[in-house]
Nanobody
Framework: QVQLVESGGGLVQPGGSLRLSCAPS????????MSWYRQAPGKQRDWVAS???????TYAESLKGRFTISRDNAKNTLYLQMNSLKPEDTAVYYCSARAASLSYWGQGTQVTVSS
């Protein structure tokens, strides 16, 4: 079992930045990839970015250059740095972990981009 807790969401003006955090606990040794997803109101949940155990990172094409996924192994924390935020980035952001062929999800953190 893996538990995930996100934090760092909030209200930000267009053009601003936010950094989301995700703290995994439990059987973290079994995690082979961690990801961020987001779900805007009335829309499906979309993949944002992933980082693999070996360090490789992948991004949704539309978000490259503005969003950066990273992890701090010493702090056992996953991050999503979001820059140049736009109103269309407004969504609930979810942290996800893949471990032993199972997917685990956090509770989500709300990001609202508005003036």
């Amino acid at each position: 079992q893996v538990q995930l807790v996100e934090s760092g969401g909030g209200l930000v003006q267009p053009g601003g930045s936010l950094r989301l955090s995700c703290a995994p606990s439990g059987s973290i040794f079994s995690i082979n990839v961690m990801s961020w997803y987001r779900q805007a109101p009335g829309k499906q949940r979309d993949w944002v970015a992933s980082i693999f155990t070996a360090g490789a990172r992948t991004y949704a094409e539309s978000l490259k250059g503005r969003f950066t996924i990273s992890r701090d192994n010493a702090k056992n924390t996953l991050y999503l740095q979001m820059n140049s935020l736009k109103p269309e980035d407004t969504a609930v952001y979810y942290c996800s972990a893949r471990a032993a062929s199972l997917s685990y999800w956090g509770q989500g953190t709300q990001v609202t981009v508005s003036s």
